[in-house]
């Protein structure tokens, strides 16, 4: 079967840096997206991730490792509105999303 | 670019209706349309995956006769909720996936509709 895992919830301090990890098992890969949704919102693009290694873009960086089926994304210098849930997702063999329950980060002052 | 939007952001019908959702992507075609509904403090659940000219296809499940998809144009879907009762009441987004190569496997996402069921 096809599986996304990560964390079901994580708290963190402004200004601090979180990684949220997530590890998958899916028929087939051609890729991994980030995503953030915030409550009653709809999802908003974060990064995507075909080769191994680390793509930085701004506070936000996206890690992977495709012999590990894993992948982080790494959040810096926290911000109160980084208050989300962040989406793991994969596209498999066929190019289907398969998605992750979510991680929802909350930030404490 | 590849903005998607989604009409209404909200609505409230009785039981028994029928309520009709709009999912366009107003700058960019759209080959690919999904259909996601979500329950408060839930992932995102696929309903259906839509393509230009062809019938959905439906996640187990989800009823076809109860969920109609209609994919007409390369930028517009529609998700018609049939004799709505309170528990279809959720939060349904749409995204759309424009063709590749031009375009990356992402999925551009709609704002959403609020649907309430009294």
């Known amino acids: 079967g096809q599986n996304i895992d990560q964390p079901t919830e994580m708290t963190a301090t402004e200004g601090a840096i979180v990684q949220i990890n997530c590890t998958y098992q899916?028929?087939?890969?051609?890729?991994l997206f980030w995503y953030q949704q915030h409550a009653g919102e709809a999802p908003t693009f974060l990064s995507y991730n075909v080769l191994d290694g680390l793509e930085e873009k701004g506070r936000f960086s996206s890690f992977l490792s495709r012999s590990k089926g894993y992948s982080y994304l790494l959040l810096k210098e926290l911000q109160m509105k980084d208050s989300a849930s962040y989406l793991c997702?994969?596209?498999?063999?066929?190019?289907?999303?398969?998605w992750g329950a979510g991680t929802k980060l909350i930030i404490k002052p | 670019g590849a903005v998607v939007s989604q009409h209404p952001s909200w609505v409230i019908c009785k039981s028994g209706t029928s309520v009709k959702i709009e999912c366009r992507s107003l700058d960019f075609q759209a080959t690919t349309m999904f259909w996601y509904r979500q329950f408060p403090k839930q992932s995102l659940m696929l309903m259906a995956t839509?393509?230009?000219?062809?019938?959905?296809?439906?996640e187990q499940g989800v009823e076809k006769d109860k969920f109609l998809i209609n994919h007409a144009s390369l930028t517009l879907s529609t998700l018609t909720v049939t004799s709505a009762h309170p528990e279809d009441s959720s939060f349904y987004i749409c995204?759309?996936?424009?063709?590749?190569?031009?375009?990356?496997?992402?999925?551009?996402f709609g704002p959403g509709t609020r649907l309430t069921v009294t």
């Open positions: 899916t028929s087939g890969f051609n890729g």
């Open positions: 997702a994969v596209l498999d063999s066929n190019y289907q999303l398969i």
């Open positions: 995204s759309a996936r424009g063709p590749y190569p031009g375009f990356t496997y992402e999925q551009y």
């Open positions: 839509s393509n230009e000219g062809s019938k959905a296809t439906y």
